[in-house]
């Protein structure tokens, strides 16, 4: 009887085994592309790990970039069913940190100003308030679409410098991923503003849609 059980308890770990990609399949077939995302609520539970971590480090403001790219990289080895120790995130965030924390403070001084802008817009002191003030969330979209691209084009080896180069490139090539962008930037406002705590979620998945949006056009 102990021993049906324990065969019983061996089969399920590896049917467990073949459906996540952790271990070997049962039946002959070719790899899934992204075996780490078969686990669905698995999945989720890492996407809300990233968040929880890309808040984390990005607390101070100007350390967001890094949290970023630390998280989109995490979560890309994560669904690649890689190494996705804990340990390569931290290696990633103080590889960034330097380059990053310029860039979130450049990011930090014109989001600023752009607010500074729509208020004194809607405060009816300018003229044109209505244009200027929507320029001004104009700008604050593309500076945040652009701070998730380059996050997502981020890699220790090349630097900050040529992932903020990349962004232009990278609209430019994939037109249509640009709409996915945006609306995962949206999602991280619409969500913070209606509940704050669900800002590890919202930014969970916006590192999650950068990891995507790339990925389907292959």
């Known amino acids: 009887m102990a021993t049906m059980r324990a065969d019983r308890r061996a089969a399920r770990a590896a049917v467990?085994?073949?459906?996540?990609?952790?271990?070997?399949?049962?039946?002959?077939?070719?790899?899934?592309?992204?075996?780490?995302?078969a686990a669905k609520f698995a999945l989720f539970g890492e996407v809300l790990l990233v968040g929880l971590l890309v808040?984390?480090?990005?607390?101070?403001?100007v350390t967001l970039p890094v949290a970023l790219a630390a998280g989109i990289r995490h979560l890309a080895r994560y669904i690649g069913a890689e190494d996705s120790r804990l340990a390569l995130f931290w290696s990633d965030v103080r590889a960034?940190?330097?380059?990053?924390?310029?860039?979130?403070?450049?990011?930090?001084?014109?989001a600023v100003v752009l607010v500074i802008d729509i208020d004194l817009a809607r405060s009816g002191f300018l003229p044109g308030g209505v244009v200027i003030e929507a320029v001004g969330w104009t700008g604050l979209a593309v500076l945040a679409v652009s701070l998730l691209i380059a996050a997502g084009a981020w890699h220790p080896r090349t630097g900050w410098r040529a992932a903020v180069r990349s962004v232009p490139a990278i609209v430019r090539s994939d037109p249509r991923g640009l709409v996915f962008y945006i609306a995962a930037a949206a999602l991280v406002v619409i969500l913070t503003w209606m509940l704050p705590p669900l800002l590890p979620a919202a930014l969970g998945c916006a590192v999650l849609a950068v990891v995507a949006v790339p990925e389907r056009r292959r």
């Open 16 to 37: 467990r085994a073949d459906r996540s990609g952790s271990g070997p399949v049962l039946d002959e077939r070719v790899p899934g592309r992204f075996p780490g995302a």
């Open 55 to 61: 808040v984390l480090v990005g607390a101070l403001v």
């Open 96 to 110: 960034g940190i330097a380059g990053g924390s310029v860039i979130g403070l450049i990011a930090a001084v014109i």
